[in-house]
């Protein structure tokens, strides 16, 4: 099993930063992708971004040039740093963590952004 912790969430006005961060522990491995999701009030879960052990990310159209996923292999830590935030990005943020074993997620961290 893995466990997910994140931090780092909170209320920001519109045109703010935060940097969400998700510590991995447990029966982590090498080779994993580590990424977020996001679900809002009334919405489905949605895809935010991810990043690969080597590195590589990938992000939601949304988000491109606003956010920026990193991690610290030697944590087992990713970050998402988030800026010039909207509220349309109010939601819970999950960090999922996949390895050949299986898909693990964290219990989420609010974000609300105000206008």
């Known amino acids: 099993q893995v466990q997910l912790v994140e931090s780092g969430g909170g209320l920001v006005q519109a045109g703010g930063s935060l940097r969400l961060s998700c510590a991995a522990s447990?029966?982590?491995?090498?080779?994993?992708?580590m990424g977020w999701y996001r679900q809002a009030p009334g919405k489905s879960r949605e895809f935010v971004a991810i990043?690969?052990?080597?590195?590589?990310?990938n992000y939601a159209d949304s988000v491109k040039g606003r956010f920026t996923m990193s991690r610290d292999n030697a944590r087992n830590t990713v970050y998402l740093q988030m800026n010039s935030l909207k509220p349309e990005d109010t939601a819970i943020y999950l960090c999922?963590?996949?390895?050949?074993?299986?898909?693990?997620w964290g219990q989420g961290t609010q974000v609300t952004v105000s206008s």
């Open positions: 447990g029966s982590t491995t090498r080779i994993n992708n």
């Open positions: 999922t963590y996949n390895n050949n074993r299986g898909a693990y």
């Open positions: 990043i690969t052990s080597g590195g590589s990310t």
